[in-house]
């Protein structure tokens, strides 16, 4: 199995432009999580879905931050406009049952290491 | 509300000894699950061990051991025989039954080990 695919690995980018993140799961997963790492925040959630639904969004920093799933095997993280403290490393996750199951782990992408200047 | 605490910012040991990191955490849910995760400095986060809050025993990984005490509501994982190539961050998590299946993370704690 390829794992958790994320792309770019490495985005640099200037103030105000828009951002896509991408994220492809590993296949037959059912939920999929967006979270961010700071040296200040450490590991943040900003939203997951479960069967390409949004389950919680309370992370999400603000408006200028959207994640979509349109599908199983695709999920993207845009930031408009882009501004310098979004600097971070953005990781995908997946997993592969019901959100009632606590034992099953998450599966981590590479992560994107975001740079805004 | 979950909360997740590592209170050890970063941790030496001697190689070939053994370490014990530190991790309380909080929850009201009655059934939880919690993790252990190590991030070398390449950045990929790495699943080490599980432990179930109804597990009767310790969750054991070769190496690593998950210290759990329930009644104090931690979850130490405890690393044998450390090797060179243990130094990373480690990142406790937890996950409740209620919480719809997300995972939350403690700040970490840096390892150093020392040949």
New interface residues.
């Given amino acids: 199995d390829a794992g958790v695919i994320q792309s770019p690995r490495h985005e640099v980018t200037e103030m105000g432009q828009e951002v896509t993140l991408r994220c492809k799961p590993i296949s037959g997963h059912n939920s999929l999580f967006w979270y961010r790492q700071t040296m200040m925040r450490g590991l943040e959630l900003l939203i997951y879905f479960n069967n390409n639904v949004p389950i919680d969004d309370s992370g999400m920093p603000e408006d200028r931050f959207s994640a979509k799933m349109p599908n199983a095997s695709f999920s993207t993280l845009k930031i408009q406009p882009s501004e310098p403290r979004d600097s971070a490393v953005y990781f995908c996750a997946s997993r592969g049952t019901g959100p009632y199951s606590t034992n099953e782990k998450l599966f981590f992408g590479s992560g994107t290491q975001l740079s805004v200047l | 509300a979950q909360k997740i605490t590592q209170t050890q910012p970063g941790m030496f040991v001697q190689e070939k000894e053994a370490v014990t990191l530190d991790c309380t955490y909080d929850t009201s849910d009655p ?3 919690l ?1 252990w ?1 190590k991030q070398p400095s390449s ?3 790495i ?1 080490l061990i ?1 432990q ?2 109804y597990d009767q025993q310790n969750a054991t990984e070769g190496r690593y051991s998950l210290n759990f005490q329930k009644a104090r509501k931690s979850a130490n994982l405890v690393i044998s025989a450390s090797q060179l190539g243990d130094s990373a961050m480690y ?1 406790c998590a937890m ?3 209620n919480q ?9 704690t840096e390892l150093s080990v020392k040949p």
Avoid: A, C, P
Avoid at chain 2, 100 to 108: E, P, S, Y
């Fill in positions: 059934s939880y699950g993790f995760y950045g990929e986060m699943f599980y179930g809050s990142f996950r409740g039954n719809g299946g997300k995972l939350i993370f403690g700040q970490g």
